[in-house]
């Protein structure tokens, strides 16, 4: 038995239409990515310093004008933050470079001298051949790397200087966000929306979404500041028992803060270098420090984690691991560090889309019944 189909000529074309349409907008996102990560960016910093602006304008005297001048200050205050912390880092950075440059040369003849295991090794293994091989291999790439110094040179300083205008244009962005923001909403809404219950609905889902990824950076911020403050300790005790420089607890807070804010895999990344950073200068108080963090990540996932966020909006770890996948492959360390908040966003609007369908469908139901029984009255 054949069945034939017929499809319309228009709505043949129609799809065709709709398919070219989703790829050149495909296309045009891809294209326009870098701008997009940036107005991403803005946004979330916009979201993140929104409470303490609003705190702020309270505080200071006079009308809501002031919110330019809170944002001022919050401004400032981050600028002031990360200057310190700049200040702070490059000479113990510099210093720890310096110590390590001065003991390289006793730590290679450690291993390679003629009574090390390595040593050893090689002769007992006729491994001489490969590593003068290995050698000279390396000896020629540096020598190309000197050649082409210059323009690695000339390309990091343009590099930088394009890092630096997308900042600009990043926190310039995020501070319009911040003084026009909540007037340019009340303005979408009175063009947009003539049916204030619709209004009202739309406003609340936005609401939502927006405590949402609020809540998501506090408790971000809050577990990494933990996470800070217990690494921080921790090296300061191995200071005093091992006797390396207490000069170093400043970089491993720091790295512990910043990489913890990487979903997933940050906070290991950051337990690894500071346990690296510390065995560099005595390997026992860096295999201490990994025995901490490791009983400490136990902690902070079992207990602190699921107590700071038990009133978010939780994710499974399946959409939380495709979610990060997806922005991992797509836009690289930003997406794994917006692809939490997004998917959770686009789980209140699925939620929403169904409550409304079903809403409709009762009132559909209801309608048909009610018209039902006026038939039956009949």
């Known amino acids: 038995m054949k069945v034939k189909i017929e499809i319309d000529t228009k709505t043949l074309i129609r799809f065709w239409l ?40 309270k505080i200071l005297p006079g009308s809501n004008k002031n919110r330019v001048a809170a944002t001022a200050v919050a401004y400032l205050t981050i600028v002031l933050i990360f200057g310190a912390l700049i200040s702070l880092l490059t000479p113990i950075i510099a210093d720890q470079v310096k110590h390590f440059s001065k003991d390289l040369p006793q730590i290679v003849k450690n291993y390679t001298g003629e009574e090390s295991g390595i040593r050893r090794f090689i002769v007992e293994n006729h491994l001489e051949g490969m590593i003068s091989q290995a050698v000279d ?35 310039a962005m995020a501070f319009l966000m911040l003084v026009e923001g909540p007037g340019l909403i009340d303005k979408i809404f009175k063009v947009f929306y003539t049916d204030k219950p619709l209004e009202k609905e739309h406003r609340r889902i936005l609401s939502r979404m ?44 720091v790295l512990l803060f910043i990489f913890g804010m990487i979903p997933m895999v940050g906070a290991t990344i950051a337990g690894l270098l500071s346990a690296m950073i510390l065995g560099l200068n005595i390997p026992t108080a860096g295999l201490f420090f990994l025995i901490y963090f490791l009983i400490y990540q136990q902690i902070e996932n079992n207990v602190i984690s699921p107590m700071i966020q038990a009133r978010n909006n939780q994710l499974s770890a399946l959409i939380i691991f495709v979610a990060l996948t997806i922005g991992v492959y797509a836009f690289g360390l930003l997406g794994a560090l917006l692809a939490i908040p997004l998917a959770a966003c686009v789980k209140i609007l699925l939620q929403e889309s169904l409550k409304s369908r079903r809403r409709r469908t009762r009132e559909e139901n209801s309608e048909k019944f009610v018209e039902l029984l006026k038939k039956i009255g009949n």
């Open 18 to 57: 709709v398919i070219f349409g989703f790829i050149i907008f495909a296309g045009l996102i891809w294209v326009a990515k870098d701008v997009l990560i940036m107005i991403i960016i803005a946004a979330f910093l916009a979201l993140a310093l929104n409470d303490p602006v609003a705190r702020i304008t």
């Open 137 to 171: 291999s390396i000896t020629r790439s540096i020598n190309s790397s000197v050649s082409k110094l210059g323009d690695f040179f000339f390309g990091s300083i343009a590099s930088i200087v394009g890092w630096l205008i997308s900042l600009f244009m990043i926190l």
């Open 210 to 253: 927006y405590g949402t990824v609020s809540s998501y950076v506090s408790s971000i911020v809050t577990i990494c500041s933990i996470s800070a403050t217990c690494g921080s300790i921790a090296t300061a005790i191995l200071s005093l028992i091992f006797g390396f420089p207490i000069s170093l607890v400043a970089p491993i807070t």
